[in-house]
């Protein structure tokens, strides 16, 4: 006499299916990056390249120059604090470095909260801006910024300095 | 030799006598940038004229043409008429390929003076005004980058390959000589003597940055430098003897 195994197919085909719903083990790929979040933090000057742009836009010879071990601009140390996603302040121990930025203190800003282009440092007395070359991340803690030297009479770019900064 | 430090010396506006009284915007031009002049023509006999005309003339040291507002000098044209800048001083624009009908790679530098529309008074001549190159020429001293601020790293280059005297050629250079001058022409503090690095087989390189170490006086300005390369050579008797390259000049450029 063949007995029936119908219950326990469907029971297997069952616990299968309640398995297979049970929810996936990958973690959220979460909120967008917060990139004025990551550039808060402590920053230290890892390389310095100078570029001739006016030799580079003629296609002349001799464009750029690793400025790094010429000075000891690896004693350069930028902080910046943030309350959350704002921006807040920001100090520079310059050490025995050239001082890229002169400021000693005061409040930075971002022209763009979301997608930062333009990083404003300002002191009482002066203020100074530099382009971000790409934003760090939690796998990349680089902070790359620029600084154009523009011709004051007819704003030509002249030159410009990149600077990469690692996190401390 | 002047050909070979021309990419140098084109930043070196005040190197030759006369040169004080004119002045340039932008101040470092090319051959296809549109620049104004500037001239002050006080102590010459064009000083109390009521208009003056510009007579213009390119590459004054051969291979050079009339710009093409010098159509008669005793009826100068209504093109080559300036413009009243101030008591005595006269602006002009041009681009020196339409002026002078010559290309870039032609055009090296300029001259001009300032004239009466009759021709029957002048100023001396002002020249040569150099025009940054569009094409690169290779130089013994060369200056990274080309045209830097009081500010900037400055790196001074020595191309022992370029050297044009024999001590130049012989020697094993060690340091470069730096002199700042302010812009009324004086020396700023004491000249800077750095290590050279080499950089290429035959090329060697200083760095320093202006500002950081040269401290002009009160209401005065760095307006320029001056650098040369030190080296030794082994004189008759086998003993090192200090020689030094010849000196190049450089203005600063203001920039943001």
Sequence with gaps: MKTSNKPGFFIATAMVLLYACQPEQYKSVGLPNDNVSMLAGTWKLNKVIQTDEDSKRKGFPYQQLDLTTLFPYRDFVLKLDANGSAPSTFSTTPGNSPRIIRLASGNWLVDDPAYPKVLTLASATDTARVTLGAYPTGITPVLKITRERRDSASNRLIMSYSYEFTKQ | ?256
């Design chain 2, 1 to 256: 030799m002047k050909q070979i430090c021309s990419l140098v010396l084109c930043l070196v506006a005040f190197a030759f006598a006369g040169h004080a009284q004119v002045t340039f915007s932008p101040p470092v031009f090319t051959a296809e940038d549109e620049v104004t002049l500037t001239v002050d023509v006080t102590g010459t006999p064009m000083a109390g004229q009521p208009e003056a005309y510009i007579w213009m003339f390119s590459n004054v040291s051969g291979g050079g043409k009339d710009g093409f507002t010098n159509t008669s000098w005793t009826n100068s044209p209504a093109t080559a008429k300036m413009t009243p800048a101030g008591t005595n001083k006269w602006s002009f624009k041009f681009t020196g390929t339409t002026m002078f009908s010559q290309t870039p790679a032609e055009l090296k530098d300029f001259g001009f003076l300032v004239k009466a529309k009759d021709g029957s008074k002048q100023s001396p001549d002002y020249k040569p005004f150099a025009f940054d190159p569009l094409i690169f020429a290779p130089a013994k001293l060369r200056v990274f980058p080309a045209k830097v601020d009081r500010d900037d790293v400055v790196t001074v280059n020595f191309d022992q390959a370029l050297a044009t005297t024999v001590e130049e050629q012989r020697m094993a250079p060690v340091s470069a000589t730096i002199a700042l001058l302010d812009n009324t022409g004086a020396e700023v503090g004491t000249p800077l003597t750095i290590a050279t690095r080499k950089i290429e087989n035959t090329v060697w390189a200083a760095s320093f940055i202006p500002s950081a170490q040269f401290t002009p006086g009160a209401g005065r300005r760095l307006a320029r430098f001056k650098f040369k390369f030190n080296g030794t050579v082994r004189d008759t008797n086998g003993a090192n003897t200090t020689v030094s390259s010849s000196e190049a000049q450089v203005e600063f450029v203001t920039l943001k």
